[in-house]
């Protein structure tokens, strides 16, 4: 699952290292386009819909938050 | 706050939209993103081409013209007419109401009612509710409401996420007493505490417009606007329908006492394609009974999508049909509003262009 997200987030904003332990949104590496666009990505690739009420900018600060979101959300 | 209303019906719908069409790709090159970055946005979004009014176009002219072609078409007779309701954020003038303009126009007759109301987003139904209202009068019996903006005039080209998306657009919709006995059920919330999520700041009396209003600055997002211009936050608004307009619809569907599966279409406000895709799924509705394809062949008019999704969407098939609709509007204000009403037969739905 880690893989997957890493490439998604790689494909949304490839000028990104994506695998350091950083604040995905404090550090401006996602704005809320990007995340619109992650969520699209990320119900494509789990075969889901992630609920509209966990669409926050902190559910998307780091691999481990985007991890328990889909967790959440049905992905095993 | 619930409300029922009895023995009113919809009796035709006519939008007007502007023959003037801008595609997305041709304005891609005034926002901050990259061509992939875009072309993505454009998919999950649904960002198309938008009809723009061409400069100096207003709302009367939009709504004269559509009511003159129902009037030539003999669809409505204008000593018929015993109120107008315009729901618009867009008038001709700060004073007199717009609406009185449109009926000096017309030369309709002065014993009638003509109202402004300033709302956007929820402004069909809030309009519904102030018409139905009307009826309750003996000596009104047709009413005339009218939505109608060009808000594409107060946005900024280079303001990515609300450029792609404007509209300019006007409706007509014809109503009137029943003898019928249905019952249209309605609900309706407001939040005045987040009034700023959608705003243009300057141009009233609180921030006249001066040329310190006119100056572009650019946003953390990388937008260029001016206070002079439309700036809606779109993370708030997004949050904020996807908290509030769920439990509404729940609500107004068990008040009225039937089932997600008993509505026949659920036709929202086009704010994008994304809210609304995750509206539909928060309600386990199928998407195919939330059409969310307004913004990509015409732009969000504000409080006109509705009316303009229920024209393109099911067009004839409402002079044919009995169909049972909830409506929804959600956005300025903070307002959010719903409607459940059985639409059948109606004289005409139709679009035209200006």
Request: aromatic share 8%; proline share 4%; glycine share 6%.
């Amino acid at each position: 699952m880690k893989q997957k997200i890493i490439d998604i987030l790689k494909e949304i904003r490839p000028e990104f290292d994506f695998t350091e332990k950083t604040d995905f949104i404090e550090q401006g590496m996602l704005d809320s386009f990007d995340i619109v666009s992650l969520v699209s990505s990320l119900d494509e690739e789990f075969g889901i819909s992630i609920d509209g009420l966990d669409i926050l900018p902190e559910n998307f600060s780091g691999i481990e938050s985007i991890i328990a979101l889909l967790k959440k959300n049905g992905v095993k | 706050m619930n409300l029922i209303f009895r023995n009113k019906k919809i009796s035709g719908l006519l939008t007007v939209l502007p023959k003037n069409e801008i595609k997305f790709e041709d304005e891609m090159d005034n926002y901050n993103f990259t061509v992939a970055q875009s072309l993505k946005l454009k998919k999950i979004m649904g960002y198309g081409s938008h009809r723009i009014v061409e400069s100096g176009v207003t709302i009367s002219d939009l709504c004269v013209y559509g009511l003159n072609y129902l009037f030539d078409q003999k669809l409505l007779k204008k000593e018929d007419i015993d109120a107008i309701v315009l729901v618009t954020q867009s008038p001709d003038y700060i004073l007199p109401p717009t609406s009185n303009v449109i009926q000096g126009k017309l030369g309709l007759k002065k014993d009638m009612i003509c109202l402004d109301i300033n709302q956007g987003c929820a402004g069909y139904e809030i309009g519904l509710f102030q018409s139905f209202m009307l009826l309750d009068q003996p000596d009104i019996n047709k009413v005339v409401l009218l939505n109608a903006d060009v808000l594409s005039q107060k946005v900024s080209k280079r303001d990515r996420s609300n450029n792609p998306l404007i509209g300019d657009a006007a409706s007509v919709t014809i109503l009137e007493k029943s003898e019928t006995d249905l019952t249209i059920y309605a609900n309706i919330k407001m939040d005045g505490t987040a009034f700023d999520t959608v705003i243009i700041p300057a141009g009233g009396f609180k921030t006249p417009s001066s040329p310190a209003t006119a100056e572009m600055t650019e946003d953390a997002e990388g937008n260029f606007r001016s206070l002079d211009q439309l700036c809606a936050n779109g993370d708030k608004i997004f949050n904020f329908v996807q908290r509030e307009v769920p439990p509404m619809i729940e609500s107004l569907l068990e008040k009225a006492g039937i089932t997600k599966d008993d509505v026949d279409y659920f036709m929202f406000h086009q704010p994008n394609k994304f809210t609304l895709t995750k509206l539909a799924d928060k309600l386990q509705v199928p998407h195919e009974k939330v059409p969310s394809n307004i913004l990509e062949f015409f732009g969000n008019s504000n409080g006109v999508s509705v009316p303009t999704s229920i024209s393109f969407n099911l067009g004839d098939r409402l002079t044919k049909e009995s169909l049972l609709i909830c409506l929804a509007g959600f956005g300025v204000g903070l307002t959010w509003a719903s409607l459940l009403l059985r639409m059948e037969y109606l004289s005409f739905n139709e679009i035209i262009y200006f």
